[in-house]
């Protein structure tokens, strides 16, 4: 069990009601007079306890809200933080921001130790605006809107009132009839929401594109970059990433899709793209959200036994919601908690093995969060998306020492790996394309509906291959990105994915090689948590930032010689 430490700035039993309550704790910290580089240490680690506070405050407000979205008051104590709370803080961290670039102890601190800190809050500095405050206040009540929409469509399968995650699962059915069954209904249900998701993505967009202008900015693309950190990348390298994947992935797709037709005889239609090619019943990893927790648990002990305990002390500490239910926002994430440092881990499972890489892909973001909670500052700990998902995506890897716990016979496993391997290859197109949407989407913010329609029609197509008959499903087909929440909550969060999903088969090579070592300079990395460069940090886990073309091409050859391994 995790022991929270007691506060040394902040009363313990502080709660957050009003903005009145907390006011007083940033008016401390920006009147404070700094005589020292000591008493400068002392005001960034009193700053750091209070950032941690207020952070895992509003955590706890979204985890609730988004475990139970029919719950008007858990809704309304979210929004209350983001529309009465955060619009206050914003302005005032500014003001702490320029209180320590300015002072006069700056340049006494350890370089090498704060370098990645200054250089993030220099760039704070740079692009903030107070006009943009009540925008972002206003961008975040809209986005949440996505979760609840999605969260309550339901369809009845076989007499039961089913989640859309719950009814995904009979596209796994070999009953092709039943498979068409489930596509129309989730589809129908989807698109009789689809112009009020188009509506509130325009809306999201305007408001995006005014906080870019308003921070000097000729796009909300390039204000992204310049927030999110990308200090290691422009978008020229997204786009030399997009036509890598086209070149050296794409292929690879094709011949999956290829043989998928061959095996399973007839003509591919939507529906038909995630059912076995050899008519077997789809695997059934686990029974129940306990089921899940507990082979979890047995999976990791098999890889590291810090890796289990990790996520025994959450299931102690009531930091998991595992299973789907009518209700419950989409998706599935792992969100840290900056003051307690134990993270919660939130997912929609449905007994499938796709639940099985996302609670395993969680768990690794979990063991993240607990292998830099030691970290002297709170921003230490909060890494970029390329590192985040390097930890996550080398976990979904790693844990095949231990995911047998899942699966009854070996057999049974092996096709676990084979459509996890295949999915891997499969979902770097699909990153390309979310990527280079939003890359348009974001130059071009007075496109039309209809212009986006079309846009989308064609990444589709340069990021397909042409095999799948969409005839009588072409508006469902238009309306494809909607099902991608990061398009609505996390806008520019996706291509991470593709990089980290390199890095992470890097990290499994090395593993298959040299299982100690690879580990090693795994937790080596994430204890790292942000205090380097994102290469350095790659580096430390034996591995290169890299996503050229070749890179690529090196690492497919790997995963076509594993597969060939289990075929």
Not at 463 to 473: A, E, R
Not at 523 to 530: D, E, I, N, R, S
Request: proline residues 3%.
């Amino acid at each position: 069990m995790i022991v929270i430490t007691h506060h040394k700035f902040l009363p313990d039993k502080l709660k957050i009601t009003s903005w009145e309550i907390i006011e007083p704790y940033f008016s401390q910290l920006l009147n404070r007079e700094i005589t020292s580089k000591q008493e400068l240490e002392t005001w960034l680690k009193h700053r750091s306890e209070l950032e941690a506070f207020v952070s895992e405050n509003l955590a706890w407000r979204y985890v609730r809200m988004t475990c139970d979205t029919t719950n008007k008051e858990l809704e309304d104590a979210y929004l209350f933080f983001v529309t009465e709370i955060d619009p206050k803080i914003s302005p005032i961290n500014d003001k702490l921001n320029k209180k320590l670039i300015e002072c006069k102890f700056l340049n006494d601190l350890d370089h090498d130790k704060y370098f990645i800190y200054l250089r993030g809050i220099k760039k704070e500095i740079e692009i903030f605006r107070e006009e943009n405050v009540q925008l972002y206040a206003e961008i975040s009540t809209e986005s949440q809107k996505y979760g609840s929409i999605i969260g309550s469509m339901t369809v009845e399968m076989d007499g039961k009132e089913l989640t859309l995650q719950q009814a995904s699962n009979y596209l796994k059915n070999p009953d092709r009839t039943k498979r068409e069954e489930a596509f129309n209904k989730i589809n129908e249900k989807r698109m009789a929401h689809a112009n009020e998701l188009d509506e509130l993505f325009n809306k999201l967009i305007s408001l995006r594109h005014k906080v870019a202008v308003n921070a000097g900015f000729d796009n909300f693309r390039d204000y992204m970059f310049a927030a999110m950190g990308r200090f290691d990348y422009t978008p020229e390298d997204c786009f030399a990433f997009h036509d890598a994947i086209q070149k050296e992935v794409m292929p690879l797709v094709k011949d999956f899709t290829i043989k998928r037709e061959k095996e399973l005889g007839h003509k591919l239609r939507p529906w038909d793209m995630e059912v076995d090619t050899k008519n077997r019943a789809a695997l059934e990893p686990f029974t129940s959200g306990d089921d899940l927790l507990e082979k979890t648990v047995k999976c990791f002990s098999k890889v590291d036994d810090y890796f289990a305990w990790c996520i025994k002390t959450m299931d102690d500490m009531g930091r998991l919601d595992l299973e789907s239910r009518i209700g419950k926002a989409p998706g599935g994430y792992n969100y840290p908690m900056a003051e307690t440092n134990v993270p919660f881990i939130f997912m929609n499972a449905a007994s499938s093995t796709r639940d099985v890489e996302t609670m395993v892909h969680e768990g690794g973001h979990a063991v993240h969060s607990f292998l830099s909670k030691d970290l002297e500052l709170a921003s230490f700990k909060s890494c970029p998306s390329e590192v985040a998902e390097l930890a996550s995506m080398s976990m979904e890897l790693l844990s095949y020492d231990g995911q047998d716990e899942f699966y009854k016979n070996k057999e049974d496993f092996n096709r676990a790996k084979v459509e996890h391997l295949e999915g891997i290859i499969k979902i770097l197109p699909w990153i390309a394309t979310i990527d280079k949407f939003q890359h348009w989407i974001y130059t071009n913010p007075e496109h039309t509906i209809d212009e986006r329609k079309k846009y989308w029609i064609k990444l589709t197509s340069e990021f397909g291959t042409g095999m799948v008959d969409w005839s009588s499903f072409e508006n469902i087909q238009m309306y494809g990105w909607q099902k991608q929440l990061h398009l609505y909550e996390v806008p520019f969060y996706y291509i991470e994915y593709g990089m980290a999903q390199l890095g992470a088969l890097a990290v499994w090579r090395n593993f298959n090689i040299n299982k100690t070592k690879a580990l090693e300079q795994y937790k080596a990395a994430l204890t790292l948590g942000y205090t380097k460069t994102i290469g350095d940090i790659y580096k430390t886990a034996g591995i290169e930032f890299n996503f050229s073309a070749l890179y690529i091409k090196e690492l497919m050859a790997f995963v076509k010689d594993e597969l060939k391994k289990l075929d």
